[in-house]
Nanobody, 113 residues
Framework: VKFVESGGGLVRPGESLRLSCRAP????????ISWYRQVPGQARQWVAT????????YTDSVKGRFTLYRDVATNAAVYLQMDNLKPEDTGVYYC???????WGEGTLVTVSS
């Protein structure tokens, strides 16, 4: 499945963004979904994962600032709430289903003063 990521933008340090991950007809409640970040010239880095039961895991650098959750009402999206953003959070963010090799276009997050 190729997901569509959205919600990125240019923000100042300390501000927030909410990224969305969508795919028409996809049952998000039944999947393991992860977010990754890629900075130009570097490999994609894992950011966070949500599993079918709702448990989440985060890379250390975003713990306490990012929250990953499903749209429980519609089961049509997964969201990454990003608070207290820092310049090092800058990059293109992608969501992907576990064990998939398909990537979407990503959404660019730029944190700069």
């Amino acid at each position: 499945v190729k997901f569509v990521e959205s919600g990125g933008g240019l923000v100042r340090p300390g501000e927030s963004l909410r990224l969305s991950c969508r795919a028409p007809g996809f049952a998000f409640s039944e999947a393991i979904i992860s977010w990754y970040r890629q900075v130009p010239g570097q490999a994609r880095q894992w950011v966070a994962t949500i599993v079918p039961g709702g448990d989440t895991r985060y890379t250390d650098s975003v713990k306490g600032r990012f929250t990953l959750y499903r749209d429980v009402a519609t089961n049509a999206a997964v969201y990454l709430q990003m608070d207290n953003l820092k310049p090092e959070d800058t990059g293109v963010y992608y969501c992907q289903e576990y064990d998939s090799t398909t990537w979407g276009e990503g959404t660019l997050v730029t944190v700069s003063s």
